[in-house]
């Protein structure tokens, strides 16, 4: 069974999904080394963060989709580089940023009052092979050099190479085929858990990074009674057909799976349906439609997804309404005013991801 390691790369069958849609054809995202010089294939946001139901029950929800539809093994999610570069990627020490439009794209579309997400306006952002980011050192980075290859005509000449020094504004955009919004929420947690005196002085220098934060923020505020939407948490049918999807028969083409806001349809052959939340033993291997990652065109994982792993957890109580009332009001509208939104937007709860520094305060 192919499964990841916290040290080893990706396994054999994410990589070659990866190296389909690659831009770089599987050299260094940073530094465009050869793909013979040690490159490792691992994702943006970190695997030991996919088993936090919280995070993911949050993103799942302000991303539009339905519950246990995030597929994190996604090529969307899977980056390549050298061991050294991704360890120190992987130690938080720095991050990718996207253009400053994409940025603004997700930051738009948080309400004013209290800067929070809802379902309904998540922008739909479709799948590239040319998004671009740059590099943005976070800490520990002081005595680090970064060797760039220019040109990759073969044989190799010494001017091929450049030496890029801390903070490594000198370092070209890199193209790639990944999400921006799994960047964001990479960077965003890494943001989250810096103690407040070095992140102020980081947003002070790359503004950009302090709305990346907001709507990492944004993102990660615990749902609320989702099981009461059912685009969120529909019935399960269980005659519901999966056997001829594109995933199922182990390609890559998950058209018509999708909806225009990346969440799924999911086809139905009967009208008979149970009422209630999925069969506890019903994974995403059993149905391979929810396996799939929005508007992404992935195979099925070889090992089971860990989203089919995790246990639901039942959210406290806001001390107001709902995230699921709340997803259906607009300001002015049933006595919601934006003091009252903003309230709310105070008791949001933020998924525990275990060590985090001294936290972040939402500031309205």
């Not at 260094?28 to 994702?43: A, D, F, K, Q, T």
């Not at 997700?106 to 309400?111: C, N, R, T």
């Not at 919004?181 to 070095?198: C, E, H, P, T, Y």
């Not at 639901?312 to 919601?336: D, P």
């Amino acid at each position: 069974m192919e499964t990841f390691s916290d040290l080893g790369s990706a396994p054999e069958s994410v990589i070659r999904r990866v190296l389909a849609v690659d831009p770089n054809n599987g050299r260094c995202l940073v530094e465009n080394c050869s793909p013979n010089r040690g490159i490792e294939y691992h994702p943006v946001l970190p695997q030991k963060y996919w088993r936090n139901s919280s995070l993911l029950e949050a993103l799942e929800w302000y991303w539009n989709m339905r519950k246990d539809g995030l597929n994190f093994e996604t090529r969307r999610n899977m980056f390549a580089a050298g061991g050294a570069v991704h360890r120190m990627y992987a130690a938080g020490r720095w991050v990718l940023v996207p253009d400053e439009p994409i940025v603004q794209v997700y930051h738009g579309a948080l309400l004013a009052a209290g800067l929070f997400a809802t379902r309904e306006t998540f922008p739909f952002i479709p799948d590239s092979d040319s998004f671009t980011y740059r590099l943005i050192p976070l800490q520990d980075m002081d005595d680090i050099a970064f060797i760039h290859q220019a040109d990759t005509t073969l044989p190799p000449t010494p001017d091929a190479f450049t030496i890029h020094l801390h903070p490594f504004s000198t370092l070209p955009a890199f193209a790639s085929h990944i999400h921006p919004k799994f960047v964001i929420v990479s960077a965003g947690l890494q943001l989250s858990r810096m103690k407040s005196d070095n992140r102020n002085a980081l947003t002070a220098t790359y503004p950009i990074l302090t709305r990346i934060l907001e709507v990492y923020l944004a993102w990660t505020c615990v749902p609320v009674d989702g099981k009461a939407d059912p685009s969120y948490y529909p019935p399960y049918d269980p005659d519901t057909n999966t056997s001829d999807t594109d995933e199922g028969n182990g390609g890559d083409n998950h058209d018509g799976t999708a909806t225009e806001k990346g969440r799924y349809s999911y086809p139905r052959k009967s009208k008979k349906a149970r009422q209630g939340p999925p069969a506890p033993n019903r994974s995403r291997a059993a149905n391979p439609v929810e396996a799939q990652h929005d508007a992404v065109d992935d195979e099925s994982p070889a090992s089971p997804s860990p989203a089919s792993k995790r246990t639901n957890k039942k959210s406290s109580n806001l001390s107001r309404a709902s995230v699921g009332e709340h997803t259906r009001l607009t300001i002015g509208e049933s006595g919601w005013t934006k003091a009252t939104l903003v309230d709310w937007s105070r008791d949001c709860r933020l998924p525990d991801l275990g060590g985090v520094g001294d936290g972040v305060v939402r500031q309205a």
